[in-house]
Each structure stands twice: as C-alpha cells, then as structure tokens.
Nanobody, 120 residues
C-alpha cells in the first residue's frame, strides 16, 4: 500500500517562505517522477512543479524563479521550497507520485494535501 505523507504547510506573510516535504513509502520499486500540484478554492487543480528520476524539472510559469523542487532519492522524498510567496499562491498543495511496483505495473498516487495560506 503506497503512502504519501506531506508536511510543511502553514500561514505565511506575503514575501515569506515555506518548505513542503512529501515522503513516499510502501510498494514502490521504481519512482519515475514526483511533483506538486495545487488547488485553490473554486479552481481546478494545477501543476506547480515536477521532477523526474533523472532530475529533470518542470515548473508552472507562475512559480518559476520563486519555487524550487528537489528530491532525496534515498528517502523517496520530494521537497518544494516556496520563496517570495504571494496571496495568489494560497491553495491546498498535493504531492503526486508516478512509480512502478515490483511487477512493473505503473501507478499514480496522491497525498492528502497540505494547506498553504499567504496573507498579511
């Protein structure tokens, strides 16, 4: 049973920083990519950033230069450093895992979400 545990959300003032973490465990043979998505009230879930097993990264235009995604392969953990936060970054942030089990079956898992609120 794959499990994703997220942490690091909270309330921060505009211009502040946060660091989100997501640790994956259970039934994972190979990780192909991990990433972060977010969903603001009344809006669709959108991509924030992804990182592949080869450390190729992709960012939404709205966060380029402010957010940084990284991973610890040994710990199956992905991080998202959020700097220069803006009120429009307020959302629930979800961790995503794209991986394979030991039988080679690909699967896609989501974390429970962590709230990020940017407000003065």
């Amino acid at each position: 049973q794959v499990r994703l545990v997220e942490s690091g959300g909270g309330l921060v003032q505009p211009g502040g920083s946060l660091r989100l973490s997501c640790a994956a465990s259970g039934g994972i043979f190979r990780i192909n990519a991990m990433g972060w998505y977010r969903q603001a009230p009344g809006k669709q879930r959108e991509l924030v950033a992804t990182i592949t097993s080869g450390d190729n990264t992709n960012y939404a235009d709205s966060v380029k230069g402010r957010f940084t995604i990284s991973r610890d392969n040994g710990e199956n953990t992905v991080y998202l450093q959020l700097n220069s936060l803006k009120p429009e970054d307020t959302a629930v942030y979800y961790c995503n895992l794209q991986a394979q089990n030991r039988y080679g079956t690909r699967f896609d898992s989501w974390g429970q979400g962590t709230q990020v609120t940017v407000s003065s």
